[in-house]
């Protein structure tokens, strides 16, 4: 799989009168087949940082790849289809759409941009849902779901279209611990067997313990980038 | 996949599917019946020329429109019958008088005479009888429609016409005139209500030869006749509803109300679309970083709109036939040409897709970083 690279990426963001410099000028190499995790006070970035790795968000300066792809400067049509076929989401809240049954949730990150989800499709979709302990739920209406299978319907949907990159944003902390926990599993198993790049923001301690790699970040810079070793 | 999405977001968001569906059979519903009624009227405007099976008109010259012509000489026809252009030509005489009612009242009645045995610009259509009444001299028709006003008459009953003794011999269908009640009789018995000199005439109809070149024979008619209005049919008919039209203030009192019907409409679907598409803000941002373009969540926005305003249009026409089959019968005006209701769907259908701009345009404010938030 892919890696992605961020050279001097930076993102200010004007309140109102002057520009703040909430991300500075960051270079990160974020390899396939490693769970990182970043965590850092609230309000120093981490969130930021993700958009600007996911695409979400256009950076100020600075340059992002994957592999030898340059992602920068690409157009709000271009971006988008780099997201639907390289990108996973995975959000603090599941974020899924009422209205749509759980295999139509899934499948539209396939078929956001107008293409009919294969046979091949819906079977992965299925295969996820019983992989992440959902077999059945596939008709059902999100609603019906508990918080915790409402977020593992999100990381099937994440990774129904085989992401080389997963980007998650606090995922366990609406969560209960065991269910949490549970997320923090299949997402690591994402990263290490499916070889994917998984970066997780969090600050709970209780996710510390499944990084590959611990990346701290204050007041929009990068403190402490450790691997799993060199861990306490 | 994006009409699918589409098609479940309507289905889930009841209550403002509700509302835009509302919105749009009230554009379908309140124009297309005030559309039938106001080509009920044109198609009463015109009645007697739509229905004369003739191929030009002949009335005095500068007329406007059919009920306002000077009286014209019959001898004319005899320039007429000799042209080889000319398969026949026949006198109408048009005029207004009193009908004393069997409960001894009067009503105003619009008397057509017409000539045996063609009886061209007469009846058409009957409820009761048929064309061969009008063989006796007294006999004269009243529609289906007029027998309330006129104190129910029954056939073969006699009464009078302008003091005249006449005969109720058939009953007409369809026969409702812009200028009130229609009575055919023959010839001679409406001169002789309307007091008008022999050797005068209202009109005279004219049937072309089969094959004729109708252009030419026009111009023929023209020369024949200098000091004469030669119509084409359908002219004589357009101009008399577009003289009505324009003078009596149907137009523009039709025109407004169609128009607030359609501005009432489109302020209750784009206010409904709008809220729906606000509600649904968060949903739109997450298709955005899923990987949607902003094409994406504008094709499923104009699909939501697309399936609110088919259902609206089926509902929407299925009251109206509703209401019109109901109006047929009743002395409603109504009437809607074949391409009318394609023209009503087809506006309805832009009239909403303009509506839901305001709502297209918030949906397209969705930023896919607003889901990290
Ligand atoms: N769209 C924006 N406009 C202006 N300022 C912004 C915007 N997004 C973020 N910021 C500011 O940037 C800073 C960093 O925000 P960010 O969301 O990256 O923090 P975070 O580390 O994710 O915090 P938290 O742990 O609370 O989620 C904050 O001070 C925030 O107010
Ligand atoms: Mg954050």
């Known amino acids: 799989m892919a890696t992605l690279h961020s050279e001097r990426l930076a993102r200010d963001f004007s309140d109102g009168t002057s520009l703040r410099r909430v991300l500075f000028p960051t270079t990160l190499t974020l390899h396939p087949g490693e769970l990182t995790v970043l965590s850092g006070p609230s309000g120093s970035g981490k969130t930021t940082l993700l958009s600007l790795l996911g695409l979400v968000l256009q950076p100020t300066e600075g340059r992002l790849r994957l592999d030898d792809r340059d992602l920068t400067d690409l157009d709000e049509a271009d971006a988008a289809t780099v997201r639907r076929q390289a990108f996973g989401f995975v959000f603090q809240q599941p974020m899924l759409i009422e209205g749509l049954s759980v295999r139509e949730n899934i499948l539209l990150a396939i078929g956001i941009q107008g293409e009919r989800p294969s046979a091949a499709h819906q079977a992965k979709a299925e295969a996820l849902l019983a992989d992440l302990g959902l077999a059945g739920t596939g008709p059902l209406q999100p609603r019906l779901l508990s918080g915790g299978m409402k977020q593992r319907v999100s990381i099937a949907r994440a990774l129904v279209k085989d992401p080389a990159v997963l980007l998650c944003d606090e995922p366990t902390s609406a969560l209960d611990a065991e269910s949490g926990q549970a997320v923090m599993r299949i997402l690591k198993r994402v990263a290490l067997e499916e070889r994917r790049v998984v970066v997780v923001v969090s600050h709970d301690a209780r996710v510390f313990p499944y990084a590959d790699r611990l990346l701290k970040i204050e007041n929009g810079q990068i403190v402490a980038d450790a691997r799993e070793r060199y861990l306490p | ?373």
């Open chain 2, 1 to 373: 996949m994006r009409s699918l999405v589409a098609l479940r977001l309507v289905l889930h968001d009841r209550a403002s599917t509700a509302g835009a569906l509302l919105g749009v059979v009230a554009i379908v519903f309140l124009v297309g019946q005030q559309l039938s009624v106001f080509f009920g009227l044109l198609s009463f405007m015109s009645v007697l020329v739509d229905h004369s099976g003739a191929d030009a008109w002949i009335m005095s010259r500068d007329t406007r429109n059919l009920d306002a012509g000077k009286l014209i000489p019959a001898r004319y026809l005899d320039r007429l019958v000799g042209l080889p252009e000319v398969e026949w030509a026949e006198p109408i005489l048009i005029g207004s008088n009193l009908f004393r009612t069997p409960d001894g009242s009067y009503e105003t009645v619009r008397l057509v005479g017409s000539r045996r045995p063609r009886y061209a610009g007469g009846p058409w259509r009957f409820a009761a009888g048929d064309q061969h009444a009008l063989l006796d001299l007294e006999a004269i028709t009243v529609d289906q429609i007029d027998l309330p006003k006129l104190g129910r008459p029954a056939m073969a009953d006699l009464t009078e016409i302008g003091d005249r003794r006449v005969r109720l011999a058939a009953i007409t269908q369809g026969a409702r005139g812009f200028q009130g009640t229609l009575v055919f009789g023959t010839l001679e018995k409406v001169r002789e209500i309307i007091r008008t000199p022999a050797g005068q005439v209202s009109a005279i109809v004219v049937r072309f030869t089969p094959g004729t070149d109708r252009e030419a024979a026009l111009a023929r008619l023209r020369v024949v006749l200098p000091y004469a209005s030669v119509f084409r049919t359908e002219d004589l008919s357009w101009l008399t509803r577009q003289y009505y039209v324009t003078n009596t203030g149907i137009g523009g009192s039709f025109g407004f109300s169609t128009v607030i019907a359609v501005v009432i409409g489109v302020v209750i679907i784009s206010l409904t679309m709008y809220t729906s598409v606000l509600g649904r803000n968060r949903d739109f941002a997450v298709m955005r970083a899923l990987g949607g373009r902003r094409r994406d969540i504008a094709f499923v926005v104009c699909a939501e709109t697309l399936i609110i305003t088919g259902l609206g249009l089926f509902l929407g026409f299925v009251m109206l036939a509703g209401l019109l089959h109901f109006a047929l019968d009743s002395a409603i005006p109504c009437y809607l040409p074949a391409p009318v209701p394609i023209v009503l769907a087809v506006g309805t259908l832009l009239v909403s897709l303009l509506a839901s701009l305001f709502a297209l345009r918030t949906a397209l404010q969705a930023e896919p970083a607003q889901v990290f938030h």
